[in-house]
């Protein structure tokens, strides 16, 4: 629906934003772009600790799937779409994991 639109954010449909969400994705987009061993963008991080998280200004890299709200380059999800979770099989969270399906 959006032929120009070269990223997309996936959300689940439970979350709450915080009022900086937009303004966070539209600021580290580029990243998806720069490096093409970055394969989503996360706004959460259940490793977000104090030792880990006390400053604002830190982006952090982290190897693990993707949790509640994410993006994507269109190149990206169109290549995941054709490799979907079976029926059966489990959470699209876990089946995200498989290191295949993103390419190492």
Not at 35 to 43: L, S, W, Y
Not at 55 to 83: C, E, F, T
Request: with cysteine; hydrophobic share 40%.
């Amino acid at each position: 629906e959006f032929p120009r639109a070269d990223k997309a954010i996936v959300l689940e449909d439970d979350l709450l934003l915080s009022p900086d969400f937009l303004r966070y994705f539209h600021h580290v987009a580029p990243l998806l772009d720069l490096d093409p061993t970055v394969f989503c963008i996360n706004a959460f991080s259940s490793n977000s600790y104090s030792d880990t998280a006390s400053d604002p200004r830190v982006l952090l890299r982290a190897r693990s799937y993707p949790m509640y709200g994410w993006m994507v380059k269109r190149s990206y999800a169109s290549q995941i779409i054709n490799h979907w979770v079976p029926p059966g099989i489990g959470d699209w969270d876990w089946w995200l994991t498989w290191e295949d399906l993103r390419k190492g």
